[in-house]
């Protein structure tokens, strides 16, 4: 019964993937803006009814897929901020390490201007204090692919990522819906190689095997859902902590400077524990007290 609930679940996403394919490719309507644009609101409007009726009691959808070589999760989200606001954030590449540094697992970022364009200097690491040199440094290329007055693409490229992994790319397009809202498209993916799926195969079956992803794939016994678990539970975690990490950063832009980094953290750790069983790895105070710890090391490492 899983396994054929879980190849409707597949079958699903591989229909929407290709419905959006199509309307990307072949959209004729009249939109605001680039084809991106026009294909980013067909898309709002193929969501309509999951974007109002889902699991998460707000305007969100959680998609993630799974192959011999990677894993993909894809968030698409109904933010009640001006597109104007967003927009002028998040093509920042600095603005980004205010988003990334949220994140359990980012232990360090920095934005520089490097030989072809910006570059993202980021160590992702353990769940707890880490010091820097024990966690993986990931570059990642920092550019804005597109932007008109009311859609962005933005994306943050890896050609190595850790623990054996490649490809790793982070995708933010957004586009303006009336009346001062901005509908998001985020995308986190990467490649993998054996021993990369092997290290993550072991983590598992070891500190991971509780860990669960949001996809039901049945009903178990008294009415529960099951939810997805393995690599595409682990995909739809991290996919997860970035848009929350993005919607705790934009809740914060309006404050003054000298509050928006303790109302940031303080915003995302609330976030993340309203699923705990997906999300939950430790207690407010050490949260607080590590990522303080980081963002100060952040101001003097490079």
């Known amino acids: 019964m899983r396994h054929r609930l879980a190849s409707t679940v597949a079958g699903g996403w ?9 309307l990307q490719l072949g959209s004729g309507l009249a939109q605001p ?3 991106s644009a026009a294909a980013l609101i067909d898309q709002h409007t193929l969501l309509a009814g999951q974007l109002q009726h889902n699991a998460f009691h707000q305007p969100l959808v959680l998609l993630s ?6 894993s993909r999760g894809d968030i698409y989200a109904l933010m009640s901020f ?7 954030a998040l093509k920042n590449p600095g603005k980004w390490c205010d988003v990334m540094i949220l994140h359990i697992n980012t232990k360090y970022c920095h934005a520089a201007r490097g030989a072809t364009g910006m570059v993202l200097s980021v160590n992702i690491g353990t769940k707890t204090p880490q010091e820097l040199a024990q ?4 570059r990642f290329n920092f550019q804005v692919r597109e932007e008109t007055p009311q859609y962005f693409d933005v ?4 050609k190595d990522g850790p623990l054996g992994t490649s490809d790793y790319r982070i995708r933010l397009e957004a586009v303006s819906l009336p009346p001062s809202q901005t509908f998001l498209h985020l995308t986190y993916s990467y490649s993998t190689n054996f021993a990369a799926r092997l290290a993550m195969q072991a983590y598992l079956v070891t500190a991971g095997a509780d860990k669960v992803g949001f996809t039901v794939v049945d009903q178990a016994g008294g009415g529960q859902p099951e939810l997805i678990d393995g690599i595409r539970g682990l995909v739809e975690r991290n996919t997860m902590r970035y848009y929350l990490a993005i919607d705790s950063f934009m809740q914060s832009v309006q404050s003054v400077s000298a509050a928006q980094l303790e109302q940031r953290l ?6 993340v524990e309203k699923y705990p069983r997906q999300l939950h790895e430790m207690d407010r105070p050490a949260y607080l007290e590590m990522k303080h710890a980081e963002v100060l090391r952040q101001q003097t490492a490079r």
């Not at 994306?155 to 890896?158: I, K, N, P, Y």
């Not at 303080?266 to 976030?271: P, V």
């Open 14 to 22: 591989r229909c929407l993937t290709a419905l959006a394919a199509a």
């Open 65 to 70: 897929s799974e192959t011999q070589h990677g």
């Open 266 to 271: 303080q915003t995302w750790f609330s976030a």
């Open 33 to 35: 803006g680039s084809e």
């Open 82 to 88: 001006p597109f104007e606001t967003v927009s002028t």
């Open 155 to 158: 994306l943050l490229d890896a």
């Open 135 to 138: 966690a993986a440094r990931v």
